[in-house]
């Protein structure tokens, strides 16, 4: 019998998921994520038109990986 690789299941695929589905890319486990409607990514937070939610930083220096890590930012 050979044992197969675990698999981890991350509910939400809004940008909590995926950055930890990147984050854990490349590992030993495989990676699936569940998300009931399209698109991966925006979540809750990035999906309203409230101007109250805009945010005050360039996208350009915004990231989920730190600086000097090694990986890639999504």
């Known amino acids: 019998m050979t ?8 509910v939400g695929a809004g940008f909590g998921g995926v950055a930890l589905a990147h984050q854990l ?3 030993p486990a495989e990676v699936v994520l ?3 409607r ?7 937070a990035y999906r309203t038109a409230d101007p109250r939610h805009l945010l005050n930083v ?4 915004m990231s989920a990986v730190a600086r000097g890590s090694g990986r890639r930012s999504p």
């Open 3 to 10: 044992a197969s690789a675990p698999r981890i299941a991350i």
């Open 38 to 44: 399209p698109p991966f990514g925006p979540g809750l």
């Open 58 to 61: 360039p996208a350009g220096r």
């Open 34 to 36: 569940v998300e009931r």
């Open 25 to 27: 890319a490349g590992g």
